[in-house]
């Protein structure tokens, strides 16, 4: 074979080999996973839950948006990085009827703002509307949709009728994760791994659901106690194992 042959033979080999690393990868272009926010929104859809709107210094809400929970919250909460004014809103529905229970508070901080709910609210879907406004008068609006289904109480550890009750912490978790007791029970956390740990109540990293439920750091040994007076479920987590690390109590 001369030597021209051998250019065009290489050049035809360039030519395919670019071709087929193209298909390959356009091909796998299409075959790749959703990213995390567009298979949030794929379930959410599947699920009857709208896209939420966020608001304008908007930080997080409690429950999250496209939640199913075993109880009524015993509040909806909204966490903003900016100075609230009292002017701001929040209401919660369903149907077109208002399960919203009691005034709007501003936390002292004036960074969350929460609103009661009916405890005697339904099964179904709940959407909540708010408006967050601030010192200058401005005012911005936003929703979330979150669902109650008491069926899921069925898994639930039920320990109603205990006055005290402990919840372990231990390879990383809270044993039993998720429990049911009776109002006015003590529950205990007892520290059992050899590393810290802590008893937040969500969202993260605002805390601000339950503001009587947030630990100082527990060491290996540690133990921490709250009495839940409310009836409703209760949704925390381990600051430091946040994605991993969460429990819930559903009080009767």
Not at 93 to 112: E, H, R, V, W, Y
Not at 122 to 135: F, H, I
Not at 166 to 194: H, R, Y
Request: charged share 15%.
């Amino acid at each position: 074979m001369n030597k021209n042959a051998l250019i065009t033979s290489a050049a035809i080999g360039v030519i395919i080999l670019v071709a087929v690393i193209f298909y390959l990868t356009q091909s796998g272009k299409n075959n790749l996973p959703q990213t995390n926010q567009s298979v949030n929104q794929t379930q959410n859809a599947q699920e009857g839950f709208e896209t939420p709107k966020k608001a304008a210094h908007w930080e997080g809400n409690t429950p999250e948006h496209g939640i199913t929970l075993a109880g009524v919250p015993i509040n909806v909460v909204i966490d903003f990085n900016f100075d609230l004014a009292q002017n701001s809103e929040i209401k919660i529905s369903s149907n077109s009827q208002d399960f919203t229970s009691g005034p709007i508070i501003i936390d002292d901080n004036k960074l969350a703002m929460r609103a009661g709910m009916n405890p005697e609210s339904p099964d179904g879907l709940y959407t909540v509307s708010y408006k967050a406004c601030w010192a200058d008068g401005s005012c911005h609006d936003g929703s979330f949709q979150f669902k109650i289904d008491r069926e899921l109480s069925s898994t639930f550890t039920d320990i109603t009728g205990q006055n005290k009750i402990t919840i372990e912490i231990q390879n990383i978790a809270f044993t039993p994760q998720k429990v049911k007791i009776s109002k006015g029970t003590t529950v205990t956390w007892s520290n059992l791994d050899n590393f810290d740990h802590t008893v937040n109540t969500d969202s993260h990293p605002a805390h601000t659901y339950f503001l009587d439920q947030n630990s100082k750091t527990l060491a290996n040994g540690n133990t921490y106690s709250v009495t839940f007076e409310t009836p409703g479920i209760y949704l925390y987590h381990c600051t430091p194992h946040a994605g991993t690390m969460t429990g819930q109590i559903l009080v009767d």
